[in-house]
């Protein structure tokens, strides 16, 4: 009598835990930012246009560290350039020498996302009053529902998390499901584990294997034995 096949497929699966992810592209640089302080008061930060850029967006914090996807505790998006520049303005921010400026900044260009992280400057002078842009780029902020680590998000339609799958953050960004499929008695079988995903150039890459292909295993391990999902 022969046996009847058993197709066990390794795959993995993800569970994003923080928001939805954006684009990647590797044909723009976002260039660096220009940080202007004024006085009395006043705070500037713009990037030369390029054409291609359809959206600027800059979270910051005052004195204190950021990173992405974390929202700022000033945040804007800037949806047109001004006399050559995608500028952020925050005109009523109050700053004094050494405070530092911890920031990331987000471009959309050609329709692909570009991440500039783990940003600092520090305030070491000031320029004369800051003038006032007739530009209406900046978008207004209207609260958000969403939530963003626990926190709200600061504004509806922010940028809440963004990836370009250069590396694989399974620390604190993705997280792996190990598991196999009871959900339905007409499931195949299928153990969900790490080695099937792997990222490369920007990309996410998740491929189906059968399980006797997999080290320690074979096609007669399929019918008799253990499958420990801790070794995964």
């Given at each position: 009598?022969?046996?009847?096949?058993?197709?066990?497929?390794?795959?993995?699966?993800?569970h994003f835990v923080t928001g939805q992810s954006g684009q990647s592209g590797h044909a723009?640089?976002?260039?660096?930012?220009?940080?202007?302080?004024?006085?009395?008061?006043?705070?500037?930060?713009?990037?030369?246009?390029?054409?291609?850029?359809?959206?600027?967006?800059?979270?910051?914090?005052?004195?204190?560290?950021?990173?992405?996807?974390?929202?700022?505790?000033?945040?804007?998006?800037?949806?047109?350039?001004?006399?050559?520049?995608?500028?952020?303005?925050?005109?009523?921010l109050e700053l004094r020498v050494d405070d530092v400026i911890n920031y990331y900044i987000?471009?959309?260009?050609?329709?692909?996302?570009?991440?500039?992280?783990?940003?600092?400057?520090?305030?070491?002078?000031?320029?004369?009053?800051?003038?006032?842009?007739?530009?209406?780029?900046?978008?207004?902020?209207?609260?958000?529902?969403?939530?963003?680590?626990?926190?709200?998000?600061?504004?509806?339609?922010?940028?809440?998390?963004?990836d370009d799958f250069e590396s694989l953050d399974t620390a604190y960004v993705w997280q792996?499901?190990?598991?196999?499929?009871?959900?339905?008695?007409?499931?195949?079988?299928?153990?969900?584990?790490?080695?099937?995903?792997?990222?490369?150039?920007?990309?996410?890459?998740?491929?189906?294997?059968?399980?006797?292909?997999?080290?320690?295993?074979?096609?007669?391990?399929?019918?008799?034995?253990?499958?420990?999902?801790?070794?995964?």
């Amino acid at each position: 009598m022969a046996r009847a096949s058993v197709l066990v497929l390794c795959v993995f699966a993800i569970h994003f835990v923080t928001g939805q992810s954006g684009q990647s592209g590797h044909a723009y640089e976002i260039p660096d930012v220009r940080v202007q302080v004024f006085q009395p008061k006043g705070l500037r930060m713009s990037i030369p246009d390029t054409p291609g850029i359809g959206l600027m967006a800059i979270q910051l914090n005052l004195n204190r560290k950021i990173a992405s996807p974390i929202v700022g505790e000033y945040s804007g998006e800037v949806l047109s350039p001004v006399n050559g520049r995608w500028t952020y303005d925050l005109p009523d921010l109050e700053l004094r020498v050494d405070d530092v400026i911890n920031y990331y900044i987000f471009v959309s260009f050609n329709g692909k996302g570009y991440l500039k992280d783990d940003l600092t400057f520090k305030v070491s002078k000031f320029d004369n009053e800051m003038e006032e842009t007739t530009s209406p780029s900046v978008q207004e902020c209207r609260p958000s529902v969403t939530t963003v680590l626990g926190k709200p998000a600061r504004c509806l339609g922010d940028t809440i998390f963004y990836d370009d799958f250069e590396s694989l953050d399974t620390a604190y960004v993705w997280q792996t499901e190990h598991k196999i499929a009871l959900d339905h008695p007409e499931y195949p079988f299928i153990s969900y584990h790490r080695s099937a995903v792997e990222v490369q150039k920007g990309n996410l890459i998740i491929k189906p294997r059968l399980q006797q292909t997999e080290p320690s295993y074979n096609a007669d391990s399929m019918y008799s034995g253990a499958l420990n999902l801790n070794d995964w």
